[in-house]
Protein backbone atom coordinates (compact mmCIF):
# COMPACT_ATOMS: atom_id res chain seq x y z
CA UNK A 1 0.00 0.00 0.00
CA UNK A 2 2.89 2.03 0.62
CA UNK A 3 4.70 1.51 -2.44
CA UNK A 4 1.20 2.01 -4.51
CA UNK A 5 1.04 6.07 -2.77
CA UNK A 6 4.65 6.48 -3.49
CA UNK A 7 3.75 5.64 -7.46
CA UNK A 8 0.78 7.83 -7.28
CA UNK A 9 2.67 10.75 -5.86
CA UNK A 10 5.78 9.94 -8.48
CA UNK A 11 2.71 9.76 -11.42
CA UNK A 12 1.04 13.08 -10.47
CA UNK A 13 3.44 16.35 -10.97
CA UNK A 14 0.76 18.33 -9.47
CA UNK A 15 1.11 16.77 -6.43
CA UNK A 16 3.86 18.45 -4.67
CA UNK A 17 4.74 18.52 -0.67
CA UNK A 18 4.33 21.43 1.15
CA UNK A 19 5.25 21.99 5.30
CA UNK A 20 3.75 20.61 8.60
CA UNK A 21 1.23 22.14 10.57
CA UNK A 22 1.16 22.81 13.64
CA UNK A 23 0.94 18.96 14.61
CA UNK A 24 3.85 17.86 12.50
CA UNK A 25 1.97 16.29 9.88
CA UNK A 26 2.67 17.45 6.43
CA UNK A 27 0.28 19.62 3.99
CA UNK A 28 -0.65 18.17 0.50
CA UNK A 29 -1.24 20.29 -2.25
CA UNK A 30 -3.61 19.02 -4.77
CA UNK A 31 -6.04 21.16 -7.22
CA UNK A 32 -4.77 24.24 -5.04
CA UNK A 33 -6.28 23.09 -2.02
CA UNK A 34 -4.01 22.01 0.98
CA UNK A 35 -4.75 18.85 2.94
CA UNK A 36 -3.17 18.04 5.81
CA UNK A 37 -1.80 14.22 5.01
CA UNK A 38 0.01 11.98 7.77
CA UNK A 39 3.73 11.45 7.48
CA UNK A 40 5.76 7.83 6.94
CA UNK A 41 5.98 7.31 10.47
CA UNK A 42 2.62 8.21 11.95
CA UNK A 43 1.17 4.96 11.16
CA UNK A 44 2.46 2.22 12.50
CA UNK A 45 0.67 -0.63 11.59
CA UNK A 46 -0.31 -3.28 14.54
CA UNK A 47 1.13 -6.54 12.66
CA UNK A 48 -0.45 -9.35 12.61
CA UNK A 49 -1.75 -11.55 15.27
CA UNK A 50 1.30 -13.82 15.22
CA UNK A 51 3.73 -11.25 15.57
CA UNK A 52 2.24 -9.59 18.61
CA UNK A 53 1.72 -13.04 19.82
CA UNK A 54 5.94 -13.60 18.91
CA UNK A 55 6.83 -10.68 20.77
CA UNK A 56 4.64 -11.29 23.79
CA UNK A 57 7.65 -12.70 26.67
CA UNK A 58 5.24 -14.19 28.75
CA UNK A 59 3.43 -16.24 25.87
CA UNK A 60 7.18 -17.64 24.16
CA UNK A 61 8.78 -17.61 27.62
CA UNK A 62 5.74 -20.22 28.46
CA UNK A 63 6.26 -21.58 24.98
CA UNK A 64 10.18 -21.63 25.38
CA UNK A 65 9.82 -23.77 28.91
CA UNK A 66 7.25 -25.74 27.17
CA UNK A 67 10.15 -26.88 24.75
CA UNK A 68 12.47 -27.52 27.74
CA UNK A 69 10.88 -29.69 29.40
CA UNK A 70 9.92 -31.99 26.26
CA UNK A 71 13.49 -31.77 25.30
CA UNK A 72 14.98 -32.59 29.00
CA UNK A 73 12.51 -35.41 29.55
CA UNK A 74 12.74 -36.85 25.74
CA UNK A 75 15.94 -36.64 24.88
CA UNK A 76 18.31 -35.21 27.67
CA UNK A 77 17.49 -37.99 30.70
CA UNK A 78 17.58 -40.61 28.27
CA UNK A 79 20.95 -40.10 27.58
CA UNK A 80 22.51 -39.35 30.79
CA UNK A 81 21.27 -42.06 33.62
CA UNK A 82 23.60 -41.03 35.74
CA UNK A 83 22.34 -37.35 36.40
CA UNK A 84 18.44 -38.56 35.68
CA UNK A 85 17.38 -38.69 39.33
CA UNK A 86 19.83 -35.14 40.07
CA UNK A 87 17.95 -33.25 37.41
CA UNK A 88 14.11 -34.73 37.79
CA UNK A 89 14.84 -33.49 41.42
CA UNK A 90 16.18 -30.07 40.01
CA UNK A 91 13.93 -29.16 37.40
CA UNK A 92 10.86 -31.43 38.46
CA UNK A 93 11.19 -32.22 41.69
CA UNK A 94 8.31 -29.69 42.85
CA UNK A 95 5.89 -26.85 41.81
CA UNK A 96 7.90 -24.17 42.68
CA UNK A 97 10.71 -25.20 40.39
CA UNK A 98 8.41 -25.91 36.79
CA UNK A 99 7.63 -22.12 38.16
CA UNK A 100 11.00 -21.02 38.93
CA UNK A 101 12.04 -22.55 34.87
CA UNK A 102 8.87 -20.74 33.55
CA UNK A 103 10.19 -17.45 34.60
CA UNK A 104 13.21 -17.94 34.13
CA UNK A 105 12.66 -18.56 30.55
CA UNK A 106 10.34 -15.75 30.24
CA UNK A 107 13.06 -13.51 31.54
CA UNK A 108 15.14 -15.18 28.27
CA UNK A 109 12.49 -14.67 25.75
CA UNK A 110 12.26 -10.71 26.73
CA UNK A 111 16.21 -10.62 26.71
CA UNK A 112 16.16 -12.19 23.62
CA UNK A 113 13.57 -10.04 21.61
CA UNK A 114 15.50 -6.99 23.01
CA UNK A 115 18.91 -8.71 21.34
CA UNK A 116 17.17 -9.42 18.09
CA UNK A 117 16.21 -5.65 17.97
CA UNK A 118 19.66 -4.69 18.78
CA UNK A 119 20.94 -6.52 15.16
CA UNK A 120 18.66 -4.40 13.09
CA UNK A 121 19.20 -1.38 15.28
CA UNK A 122 22.85 -1.41 13.97
CA UNK A 123 22.17 -1.85 10.54
CA UNK A 124 19.68 1.04 10.43
CA UNK A 125 23.07 2.91 11.71
CA UNK A 126 24.14 2.93 8.08
CA UNK A 127 21.15 4.29 6.32
CA UNK A 128 21.96 7.40 5.07
CA UNK A 129 18.94 9.73 4.55
CA UNK A 130 19.04 11.80 1.29
CA UNK A 131 18.67 15.32 1.35
CA UNK A 132 20.03 18.37 -1.34
CA UNK A 133 21.04 20.64 1.23
CA UNK A 134 21.83 23.10 -1.51
CA UNK A 135 20.19 26.94 -0.88
CA UNK A 136 17.50 24.70 1.05
CA UNK A 137 16.43 25.79 4.59
CA UNK A 138 15.73 23.88 8.07
CA UNK A 139 11.81 23.27 6.85
CA UNK A 140 12.90 21.96 3.35
CA UNK A 141 15.58 19.54 4.57
CA UNK A 142 12.56 18.27 6.94
CA UNK A 143 10.65 17.69 4.08
CA UNK A 144 12.71 16.07 2.26
CA UNK A 145 13.90 13.74 5.24
CA UNK A 146 10.22 12.97 5.78
CA UNK A 147 10.10 11.90 1.66
CA UNK A 148 13.04 9.49 2.55
CA UNK A 149 11.26 7.59 5.01
CA UNK A 150 8.85 6.83 2.62
CA UNK A 151 11.84 4.22 0.73
CA UNK A 152 12.71 2.67 3.80
CA UNK A 153 11.18 -1.19 4.79
CA UNK A 154 8.78 -1.43 7.64
CA UNK A 155 10.96 -2.73 10.01
CA UNK A 156 13.49 -0.23 9.93
CA UNK A 157 11.28 2.58 10.34
CA UNK A 158 11.01 1.16 13.68
CA UNK A 159 14.03 1.56 15.00
CA UNK A 160 15.73 4.42 17.15
CA UNK A 161 17.55 6.35 14.42
CA UNK A 162 14.74 6.16 11.93
CA UNK A 163 12.18 7.39 14.88
CA UNK A 164 14.88 9.91 16.13
CA UNK A 165 15.14 11.34 12.59
CA UNK A 166 11.58 11.49 12.18
CA UNK A 167 11.30 13.80 15.52
CA UNK A 168 13.40 15.79 14.46
CA UNK A 169 11.59 16.16 11.33
CA UNK A 170 8.20 16.94 12.90
CA UNK A 171 9.91 19.31 15.14
CA UNK A 172 11.33 21.14 12.70
CA UNK A 173 7.98 21.22 10.22
CA UNK A 174 5.86 21.57 13.35
CA UNK A 175 7.90 24.91 14.40
CA UNK A 176 8.47 25.96 11.11
CA UNK A 177 12.01 27.03 12.38
CA UNK A 178 15.17 24.63 13.41
CA UNK A 179 15.66 27.02 16.82
CA UNK A 180 15.72 24.81 19.86
CA UNK A 181 16.31 22.03 18.13
CA UNK A 182 19.43 21.26 20.42
CA UNK A 183 16.83 21.05 23.38
CA UNK A 184 14.37 19.32 22.10
CA UNK A 185 17.32 16.90 20.73
CA UNK A 186 18.68 16.39 24.89
CA UNK A 187 15.22 15.26 25.71
CA UNK A 188 14.97 13.11 23.60
CA UNK A 189 17.78 11.94 24.58
CA UNK A 190 16.69 11.70 28.09
CA UNK A 191 13.42 10.95 26.89
CA UNK A 192 14.77 7.53 24.89
CA UNK A 193 17.07 6.52 28.04
CA UNK A 194 14.25 6.37 30.26
CA UNK A 195 11.67 4.33 27.61
CA UNK A 196 15.22 1.88 27.87
CA UNK A 197 15.23 1.81 31.77
CA UNK A 198 11.49 0.97 31.79
CA UNK A 199 11.76 -1.80 29.00
CA UNK A 200 13.79 -3.72 31.33
CA UNK A 201 11.00 -3.57 33.84
CA UNK A 202 9.84 -7.05 33.30
CA UNK A 203 13.16 -8.62 33.50
CA UNK A 204 14.24 -6.39 36.88
CA UNK A 205 10.80 -8.14 38.20
CA UNK A 206 11.82 -11.75 37.05
CA UNK A 207 14.83 -11.68 38.29
CA UNK A 208 14.15 -10.65 41.57
CA UNK A 209 11.25 -13.11 41.51
CA UNK A 210 13.32 -15.93 40.85
CA UNK A 211 15.63 -15.85 43.86
CA UNK A 212 12.16 -15.63 46.07
CA UNK A 213 10.92 -18.74 44.81
CA UNK A 214 13.91 -20.65 45.12
CA UNK A 215 14.07 -19.12 49.03
CA UNK A 216 10.75 -20.06 49.08
CA UNK A 217 11.24 -23.64 48.26
CA UNK A 218 13.89 -24.08 50.33
CA UNK A 219 11.30 -22.82 53.50
CA UNK A 220 8.49 -25.80 52.28
CA UNK A 221 11.20 -28.39 51.33
CA UNK A 222 12.20 -28.13 55.12
CA UNK A 223 8.95 -27.62 56.83
CA UNK A 224 8.38 -30.86 54.51
CA UNK A 225 11.45 -32.78 56.40
CA UNK A 226 10.27 -31.36 60.05
CA UNK A 227 7.05 -32.89 59.34
CA UNK A 228 7.88 -36.17 58.40
CA UNK A 229 10.43 -36.78 60.97
CA UNK A 230 9.63 -39.24 63.36
CA UNK A 231 12.18 -40.18 66.06
CA UNK A 232 10.32 -43.42 66.68
CA UNK A 233 10.41 -44.34 63.67
CA UNK A 234 13.78 -42.97 61.84
CA UNK A 235 14.97 -45.50 59.58
CA UNK A 236 11.44 -45.60 57.56
CA UNK A 237 10.73 -41.60 57.86
CA UNK A 238 14.56 -40.87 56.92
CA UNK A 239 13.22 -41.25 52.98
CA UNK A 240 10.76 -38.65 53.74
CA UNK A 241 13.04 -35.99 55.38
CA UNK A 242 15.70 -36.48 52.83
CA UNK A 243 13.07 -35.88 49.71
CA UNK A 244 12.59 -32.68 51.42
CA UNK A 245 15.63 -31.61 51.95
CA UNK A 246 16.22 -32.30 48.30
CA UNK A 247 13.33 -30.30 47.43
CA UNK A 248 14.65 -27.51 49.66
CA UNK A 249 18.68 -27.53 48.19
CA UNK A 250 17.31 -28.40 44.84
CA UNK A 251 14.55 -25.22 44.23
CA UNK A 252 18.00 -22.95 46.37
CA UNK A 253 20.65 -23.83 43.75
CA UNK A 254 17.80 -23.67 40.56
CA UNK A 255 16.59 -20.49 41.52
CA UNK A 256 20.26 -18.95 42.38
CA UNK A 257 21.94 -20.30 39.11
CA UNK A 258 19.22 -18.95 36.80
CA UNK A 259 18.72 -15.96 38.35
CA UNK A 260 22.81 -15.21 37.68
CA UNK A 261 22.45 -16.30 33.72
CA UNK A 262 19.16 -13.62 33.84
CA UNK A 263 21.82 -10.96 35.30
CA UNK A 264 24.49 -11.53 32.78
CA UNK A 265 22.48 -11.82 29.75
CA UNK A 266 20.91 -8.80 30.70
CA UNK A 267 23.76 -6.41 31.50
CA UNK A 268 25.41 -8.05 28.02
CA UNK A 269 22.36 -6.70 25.88
CA UNK A 270 21.59 -3.67 28.54
CA UNK A 271 25.34 -2.40 27.47
CA UNK A 272 24.18 -3.49 23.10
CA UNK A 273 21.07 -1.26 23.79
CA UNK A 274 23.67 1.92 25.07
CA UNK A 275 25.72 1.54 22.61
CA UNK A 276 23.10 1.67 19.90
CA UNK A 277 21.86 4.64 21.66
CA UNK A 278 25.09 6.43 22.05
CA UNK A 279 25.59 5.86 17.76
CA UNK A 280 22.35 7.42 17.17
CA UNK A 281 22.69 10.68 19.76
CA UNK A 282 26.05 10.98 17.78
CA UNK A 283 24.64 10.45 14.08
CA UNK A 284 21.47 13.21 15.20
CA UNK A 285 23.83 15.24 16.28
CA UNK A 286 25.68 14.82 12.57
CA UNK A 287 21.95 15.30 11.03
CA UNK A 288 21.50 18.86 13.32
CA UNK A 289 24.56 19.91 12.27
CA UNK A 290 24.62 19.25 8.56
CA UNK A 291 21.30 20.24 7.62
CA UNK A 292 19.84 22.26 9.96
CA UNK A 293 22.44 25.34 11.36
CA UNK A 294 21.84 27.41 14.31
CA UNK A 295 22.18 31.06 12.36
CA UNK A 296 18.34 30.24 11.49
CA UNK A 297 16.91 30.40 15.15
CA UNK A 298 17.82 33.95 14.93
CA UNK A 299 15.25 34.82 12.27
CA UNK A 300 12.38 33.35 14.52
CA UNK A 301 10.21 35.83 15.37
CA UNK A 302 8.70 33.38 18.52
CA UNK A 303 12.10 33.36 19.75
CA UNK A 304 13.02 36.58 19.39
CA UNK A 305 10.13 38.01 21.11
CA UNK A 306 10.65 35.49 24.10
CA UNK A 307 14.24 36.82 24.22
CA UNK A 308 13.96 40.26 24.91
CA UNK A 309 10.83 39.47 27.32
CA UNK A 310 13.15 37.33 28.96
CA UNK A 311 16.11 40.17 28.30
CA UNK A 312 13.39 43.02 29.60
CA UNK A 313 12.12 40.89 32.18
CA UNK A 314 15.81 40.36 33.97
CA UNK A 315 16.51 43.93 33.56
CA UNK A 316 13.09 44.62 35.11
CA UNK A 317 14.36 42.24 37.73
CA UNK A 318 17.87 44.08 38.34
CA UNK A 319 16.03 47.34 38.97
CA UNK A 320 13.70 45.99 41.34
CA UNK A 321 16.79 44.03 43.32
CA UNK A 322 19.00 47.53 43.11
CA UNK A 323 16.15 49.08 44.76
CA UNK A 324 15.47 47.04 47.50
CA UNK A 325 19.20 46.92 48.44
CA UNK A 326 19.15 50.71 48.21
CA UNK A 327 16.24 50.72 50.68
CA UNK A 328 17.70 48.09 52.90
CA UNK A 329 20.82 49.82 52.83
CA UNK A 330 19.43 53.59 53.95
CA UNK A 331 17.30 51.49 56.10
CA UNK A 332 19.96 49.55 58.10
CA UNK A 333 21.89 53.34 58.07
CA UNK A 334 18.99 54.88 59.92
CA UNK A 335 18.88 52.00 62.51
CA UNK A 336 22.53 52.12 62.89
CA UNK A 337 22.55 55.85 63.78
CA UNK A 338 19.60 55.28 65.92
CA UNK A 339 21.62 52.61 67.82
CA UNK A 340 24.64 54.31 67.84
CA UNK A 341 22.18 57.93 69.70
CA UNK A 342 20.91 55.08 71.80
CA UNK A 343 23.94 53.97 73.04
CA UNK A 344 25.44 57.25 73.41
CA UNK A 345 23.01 58.47 75.63
CA UNK A 346 22.88 55.60 78.08
CA UNK A 347 26.54 55.50 78.22
CA UNK A 348 26.30 59.43 79.09
CA UNK A 349 23.60 58.58 81.71
CA UNK A 350 25.95 56.03 83.07
CA UNK A 351 29.05 57.59 83.88
CA UNK A 352 27.20 60.61 85.19
CA UNK A 353 25.85 58.39 87.64
CA UNK A 354 28.71 56.60 88.69
CA UNK A 355 30.77 60.03 89.13
CA UNK A 356 27.60 61.34 91.08
CA UNK A 357 27.65 58.06 93.18
CA UNK A 358 31.58 58.14 93.91
CA UNK A 359 31.42 61.95 94.69
CA UNK A 360 29.01 61.27 97.30
CA UNK A 361 30.68 58.37 98.89
CA UNK A 362 34.07 59.71 99.05
CA UNK A 363 32.47 63.12 100.64
CA UNK A 364 30.90 60.74 102.90
CA UNK A 365 34.20 58.99 103.74
CA UNK A 366 36.21 62.59 104.17
CA UNK A 367 33.49 63.49 106.66
CA UNK A 368 34.22 60.08 108.63
CA UNK A 369 38.00 60.85 108.49
CA UNK A 370 37.13 64.54 109.58
CA UNK A 371 35.35 63.16 112.62
CA UNK A 372 37.69 60.39 113.44
CA UNK A 373 40.38 62.76 113.67
CA UNK A 374 39.02 65.59 115.97
CA UNK A 375 37.47 62.42 117.94
CA UNK A 376 41.36 61.36 117.97
CA UNK A 377 42.76 64.54 118.86
CA UNK A 378 40.53 65.03 121.98
CA UNK A 379 41.37 61.32 123.31
CA UNK A 380 45.06 62.66 123.18
CA UNK A 381 44.21 65.51 124.82
CA UNK A 382 42.80 63.77 127.60
CA UNK A 383 45.71 61.16 127.49
CA UNK A 384 47.97 63.79 127.82
CA UNK A 385 46.13 65.57 131.19
CA UNK A 386 45.47 62.65 132.85
CA UNK A 387 49.45 61.83 132.75
CA UNK A 388 49.64 65.05 134.17
CA UNK A 389 47.46 64.61 136.97
CA UNK A 390 48.70 61.20 137.61
CA UNK A 391 52.62 62.73 137.81
CA UNK A 392 51.34 65.86 140.15
CA UNK A 393 49.56 62.99 142.32
CA UNK A 394 52.78 61.12 142.82
CA UNK A 395 54.49 64.62 143.49
CA UNK A 396 52.03 65.66 145.91
CA UNK A 397 52.55 61.73 147.59
CA UNK A 398 56.39 62.50 147.47
CA UNK A 399 55.64 65.61 149.31
CA UNK A 400 53.49 64.18 152.16
CA UNK A 401 55.79 61.24 152.82
CA UNK A 402 58.46 63.50 152.93
CA UNK A 403 56.81 66.02 155.60
CA UNK A 404 55.96 63.45 157.52
CA UNK A 405 59.19 61.84 158.05
CA UNK A 406 60.48 65.09 158.31
CA UNK A 407 57.91 66.27 160.77
CA UNK A 408 58.17 65.37 164.63
CA UNK A 409 55.51 63.13 166.15
CA UNK A 410 53.82 66.02 168.09
CA UNK A 411 52.98 67.87 164.27
CA UNK A 412 49.69 67.98 163.90
CA UNK A 413 47.70 65.29 162.57
CA UNK A 414 44.96 67.68 161.69
CA UNK A 415 47.28 69.84 159.36
CA UNK A 416 48.47 66.35 157.50
CA UNK A 417 44.67 65.14 156.55
CA UNK A 418 43.93 69.29 155.58
CA UNK A 419 47.03 69.00 153.25
CA UNK A 420 45.95 65.70 152.07
CA UNK A 421 42.30 66.53 151.85
CA UNK A 422 43.03 69.59 149.44
CA UNK A 423 45.59 67.98 147.24
CA UNK A 424 42.50 64.85 146.84
CA UNK A 425 40.15 67.72 145.78
CA UNK A 426 42.51 69.06 143.65
CA UNK A 427 42.99 65.82 141.66
CA UNK A 428 39.35 65.30 141.73
CA UNK A 429 38.56 68.92 140.51
CA UNK A 430 40.75 68.57 137.11
CA UNK A 431 39.70 65.04 136.75
CA UNK A 432 36.07 66.47 136.13
CA UNK A 433 36.90 69.33 134.37
CA UNK A 434 38.82 66.99 131.59
CA UNK A 435 36.44 64.44 131.61
CA UNK A 436 33.64 67.47 130.76
CA UNK A 437 35.98 68.45 127.91
Known amino acids: MENQQSSDRAASPATVLTPATSDGSKLHSSGGKLHPVATPLDDHPGGSLFETLFRSPVLTGAAAAGVFYLLLINLVLPLVPGYRASLETLFCGHPLAYGTTVLFWMGMAALGGKWWSV ?258 KVLAESIDQMSTNQRQLAETQLAIIQRLEKNDANTSLDDTLHTFSAAVHLLTSRVSSSKAA
Open 119 to 376: GADRDALQWQPDIDSAGLNAVSSAIQLNKSFTRLPGKVRETPLVQRFHSIAKFVLGRRTAAGLNSHLEYLAEFAGEQLYSSYSLVRTITWAVPILGFLGTVIGITHAIENLDPAKLESSFGMVASGLGVAFGTTALSLSLSLILVFVSAFVEKAQKSVLADVEILALDLVTKYFPEEEQAKNPLIEAESAAATRLLEQTEILLTRHVSLWESNLGELRTSWGETLLRHQNELESSLSTAVSQTLAGCQNSLSHQAAAQ
